[in-house]
């Protein structure tokens, strides 16, 4: 007869009990290192995103030094043929009897003659770049 206040657990019961237990503390384990590996892949996360970001602000430094150099080309070539312009041939047209409206509208014409060579090259340029991008993409293994 069991005494008041005890069990009356078989020894099938206690052994469901304890392995239970067990089982408890296993999946408590497992849950840590899961957690463990979580935090582990957010520190990846994290430097890989950090490193991508000191990379864009150095392409955007490397991009705003191109820009200037590009603007002082392009400054010093306008420059350059304004002055041939000024110094060679209007002397000659003056010359021939062309007044300035003339003189200044064909000047124009051949600055916008000019920047459509340049901007038909930039877009054929681009285009180029383009089709090596889709095929350098679509030979790429998928991932």
């Known amino acids: ?11 099938g019961n206690l052994l469901t009990k304890r392995s239970t237990r067990g089982g408890r503390k296993a999946i408590q384990l497992q849950l840590a290192q899961e957690l463990d590996h979580a935090g582990v892949r957010l520190e990846t996360i994290e430097s890989l995103l950090i490193r991508l970001v000191r990379q864009g602000e150095i392409s955007l430094r490397i991009e705003d030094v191109c820009l200037a150099l590009l603007q002082d080309v392009l400054a010093e070539a306008y420059a350059t043929r304004r002055l041939l312009w000024e110094s060679l041939v209007l002397p000659q047209l003056r010359d021939a009897g062309i007044d300035s409206n003339e003189l200044e509208r064909r000047f124009v014409l051949q600055d916008n003659q000019a920047k459509n060579y340049a901007y038909g090259e930039a877009e054929r340029i681009k285009q180029s770049q383009e089709t090596t991008n ?3 993409l679509s030979e790429a293994p998928d991932a």
């Open 1 to 11: 007869m069991p005494v008041k206040g005890t069990s009356q657990l078989s020894s």
């Open 134 to 136: 889709e095929i350098t």
